[in-house]
């Protein structure tokens, strides 16, 4: 499966970036946040709440300042390719 994302335009925000939300399995998501804390500057990201306890999934919101998107999106491409992912409603 690949590693699916929603994309939400931070419009109204004064430093001009993208907000995108994936979602990753658990047992995967040690390794994105590595991937994501060594790309600092490039993305800030969160995690989002767990819907249900015990779920086997992580939801993470990223804050992608608009000089790096095309960046993030080859680091995504690069993770699609690595992990099984289920894609978010918009």
């Known amino acids: 499966m690949n ?8 419009q109204g925000t004064s ?7 994936i979602r990753v399995f658990a047992r995967d998501s040690a390794f994105v946040y590595a991937i994501f804390e ?3 500057g490039m993305v800030s990201y969160s995690t989002l709440p767990d819907e249900k306890p015990g779920q086997d999934y992580r ?3 990223l ?3 608009n000089g790096f998107t095309q960046e993030m999106d080859q ?3 690069g993770l699609r390719k690595k992990f099984p992912v289920l894609e978010l409603s918009s």
């Open 75 to 77: 680091v995504l491409e």
């Open 59 to 61: 939801d993470l919101s």
């Open 15 to 21: 430093s001009g970036a993208v907000r995108k939300t």
């Open 3 to 10: 590693c699916l994302v929603t994309d939400e335009n931070a």
């Open 63 to 65: 804050f992608i300042p």
């Open 38 to 40: 060594s790309l600092e």
